[in-house]
C-alpha cells in the first residue's frame, strides 16, 4: 500500500470519526423535550412553515387540482 | 496490506487519478445532493414523529360550507361527557398578518390560569416569572416574529389591529427557545382573552377543541358518537396528521429520488460508454496483464477494487459533506424547498437524524450500476486474447 492512499484512509476515517461523534453528542432528546413542551404549552403541533398563507387554495392553472405550492393543508 | 497485489493496485490507482478525478467528482456532487435532501427529510420527520406524541388525540372543528367557522365554548362540556374522553382542550389560534399583509404569524391563546400551563410555562421558559408576565397585555414571541417586528422598530411592543378596528397595545415580554424554532418560528403565545380579542373571537367561542381518547380501540366508537353530536362537526385524528406529513416528506423526498435515479442512470451510461469504447489504453494495460500471467480473475478482481475505492471515497465524502451542510450550516438554500421561504424567514436548527437503512439503500443504488457499467466492459476485453487486446 502506498503512503498517498494511506493519507487518503486516514482522512476518510476521520470524516467517519468526526460525524459519528457530532451525531452522539448532539441533544437530540434535550431537542425533542423542548418541543413536546412547547407542544403541551400550546396544544399546537403544526410545522413553523414559511409559506405564504394569504394565497388561493386552488390552482390556478389546473383548477381541479390543489395547489402545490401550499403547505399548510393539514388542518384544511 | 504489504501484499504486492495491494501496493499495484494502489499505486495504479494513485498513476491513473487525472483518469478518476472527474468521475469522483460527479459521484461526490450527486451523493451528496440526495443524502442533504434525505437527512434534512429525516431529520424533520423524526421530529415531527416525536412531537405529534404530545398532541390531542383528537381535534374537533366546525365546517359551514368547506370553511371552518369558530366552536361553540359549549361543545367542550359536550364531549367531557362522553365516557372514555380525558384532557379535553379549547384551543384558540390564528393567523393575524401584520400591516402589509405580506407576513403572518400564529398567535396561540393559552389558558395561564389553568395550573398545568403555570407548570409546563415554567419548563419551557426557565427563567420566567409568570405573575409579571401575567400583569399587563404581554407576549411570547418565536425568533421569527421578534427579528420581524424588530426590523420593522418594533422593539418593545406591537400595537395589533382586531377585526373591530381597535388597537391593542400588547408588550413583547419574551423570546420563545431557538431550539423550539421548528414549531415556535413563527409563533405567538399570548393570554387565551387577549388571544380572542386579537383574533376576533366572542368570549363563548374557540377555535377548535382538542382531547385526548387513551384507549385506542375505542378511537372509532368515539369518532361516531362525536359525528352524531352535529352535523357541521368535523373530527381529525392524530393518525391522519401523522399521515399527511409523512406523505408530504415522502413525496418531496421522493421526487429527489427519482431524479437521482434518472442522473444515475445516465452517469452509468456514460461510464459504460467510456469503459467500452473510448479507453484503448485500458484496452492495452488490460492485455498487457493477461500477456504477464494475469488470470481473468485477477484482472477482474483489480479492476473491481479499484472502482470499490473510488465509490467507497466518493460516497464517504458526499455523506460527510452532506451532513455538515444539513446539521453544521442548516442547509441553506435546500431549507426552503422543505419548509419554504414566503413568509417569517426560518434559521432552524436541525436535529442530526441519519437513516442507516436509506443510507445504505443509496449506497447499493449507486454501487450497482457503476460496478457493473465498469465491470462488463473489463470482463469483455479481459476474455480476449492478449495480443488482440493490445493492438
Known amino acids: ?76 | 496490506m504489504n501484499s504486492p497485489f495491494l501496493h499495484f493496485l494502489t499505486l495504479q490507482l494513485f498513476k491513473e487519478r487525472h483518469k478518476h478525478i472527474s468521475i469522483i467528482i460527479i459521484s461526490i456532487l450527486l451523493i451528496f445532493l440526495l443524502s442533504s435532501v434525505l437527512f434534512l427529510s429525516s431529520s424533520i420527520r423524526f421530529s415531527l414523529e416525536e412531537t405529534l406524541k404530545a398532541q390531542p388525540d383528537f381535534v374537533v372543528t366546525r365546517l359551514q360550507g368547506g370553511k371552518g367557522v369558530p366552536v361553540p365554548l359549549e361543545w367542550s362540556d359536550e364531549l367531557v361527557d362522553i365516557y372514555g374522553v380525558t384532557k379535553v382542550t379549547p384551543r384558540v389560534y390564528g393567523r393575524y398578518f401584520f400591516k402589509t399583509k405580506e407576513k403572518s404569524a400564529l398567535i396561540v391563546g393559552v389558558d395561564f390560569f389553568e395550573e398545568q400551563s403555570h407548570k409546563v410555562l415554567e419548563k419551557v421558559m426557565k427563567d420566567i416569572d409568570v405573575k409579571e408576565f401575567l400583569k399587563t397585555k404581554q407576549m411570547l414571541v418565536g425568533v421569527g416574529v421578534k427579528e420581524y417586528l424588530k426590523k420593522h422598530f418594533y422593539n418593545k411592543s406591537y400595537k395589533f389591529l382586531t377585526p373591530k378596528g381597535e388597537f391593542v397595545d400588547v408588550k413583547i415580554f419574551n423570546t420563545l427557545p431557538k431550539d423550539t424554532q421548528l414549531l415556535t418560528n413563527d409563533m405567538i403565545v399570548m393570554p387565551i382573552d387577549l388571544a380572542r380579542k386579537v383574533l376576533g373571537y366572542r368570549e363563548d367561542e374557540v377555535t377548535d377543541i382538542g382531547f385526548n381518547v387513551p384507549n385506542p380501540s375505542e378511537w372509532e366508537e368515539i369518532n361516531d358518537k362525536l359525528l352524531a353530536l352535529h352535523y357541521d362537526l368535523q373530527v381529525v385524528n392524530k393518525n391522519e396528521v401523522k399521515k399527511s406529513y409523512q406523505n408530504l416528506y415522502n413525496y418531496k423526498g421522493g421526487f429527489f429520488l427519482i431524479l437521482f435515479l434518472i442522473v444515475l442512470m445516465t452517469f452509468s451510461l456514460i461510464l459504460y460508454q467510456r469503459y467500452n469504447m473510448v479507453y484503448s489504453t485500458e484496452k492495452r494495460n488490460i492485455g498487457l496483464l493477461r500477456a504477464l500471467g494475469w488470470s481473468i480473475n485477477d484482472v477482474l478482481k483489480l479492476k473491481f477494487m479499484e472502482t470499490f475505492i473510488i465509490i467507497l471515497t466518493s460516497f464517504i465524502v458526499g455523506v460527510f459533506m452532506a451532513y455538515i451542510f444539513v446539521f453544521i450550516f442548516d442547509a441553506p438554500l435546500l431549507k426552503n424547498i422543505f419548509l419554504g421561504s414566503q413568509n417569517i424567514y426560518s434559521s432552524v436548527k436541525f436535529t442530526p437524524v441519519v437513516n442507516m437503512a436509506t443510507l445504505s439503500s443509496i449506497f447499493l443504488l449507486y454501487a450497482l450500476p457503476f460496478i457493473t457499467a465498469v465491470i462488463i466492459p473489463v470482463w469483455r476485453v479481459s476474455v480476449t486474447n492478449p495480443k488482440e487486446a493490445m493492438l
Do not use: C, G
Open chain 1, 1 to 76: 500500500m502506498i503512503k498517498s492512499f494511506l493519507v487518503l484512509n486516514l482522512v476518510l476515517i476521520a470524516m467517519i470519526v468526526s460525524i459519528t461523534l457530532h451525531y452522539w453528542q448532539s441533544p437530540k432528546k434535550e431537542n425533542i423535550e423542548a418541543l413536546q413542551n412547547i407542544i403541551e404549552l400550546t396544544h399546537q403541533s403544526k410545522l413553523s412553515l414559511s409559506v405564504a398563507y394569504d394565497e388561493s387554495l386552488y390552482n390556478p392553472t389546473y383548477p381541479e387540482m390543489p395547489n402545490l405550492r401550499k403547505m399548510n393543508f393539514i388542518y384544511e
